[in-house]
């Protein structure tokens, strides 16, 4: 898995998740991953601001170019 991030405006980012595993990695098998993301969105924001801030979050899918909702 491979997670890119990028910032785009005060207070706003772009979070860009591949699934880069294929059937080579895998043994044969076609293998999918769930990410959980209020925990990665929730480590992101601790990471940065630390722990006992107040704050609220919204989270759109967007298509591949991120111009877009899903």
Same mark, same amino acid.
């Given at each position: +898995? /491979? @997670? #890119? =991030?990028? !910032?785009?405006? /005060?207070?706003?980012?772009? +979070?860009?998740? #591949?699934? !880069?595993? *294929?059937?080579?990695?895998?043994?044969? #098998?076609?293998? &999918?991953?769930?990410?959980? =993301? !209020? /925990?990665?969105?929730?480590?992101?924001?601790? @990471?940065?601001?630390?722990?006992?801030?107040?704050?609220? &979050? $919204?989270? *759109? #899918? +967007?298509? =591949? $170019?991120?111009?877009? /909702? &899903?």
């Amino acid at each position: +898995m /491979k @997670l #890119e =991030l990028f !910032i785009v405006a /005060k207070n706003q980012i772009i +979070m860009r998740i #591949e699934n !880069i595993a *294929d059937i080579y990695n895998s043994g044969g #098998e076609i293998r &999918f991953q769930k990410v959980n =993301l !209020i /925990k990665v969105i929730i480590g992101i924001w601790s @990471l940065v601001n630390g722990q006992g801030c107040e704050y609220s &979050f $919204t989270a *759109d #899918e +967007m298509s =591949l $170019t991120g111009n877009q /909702k &899903f």
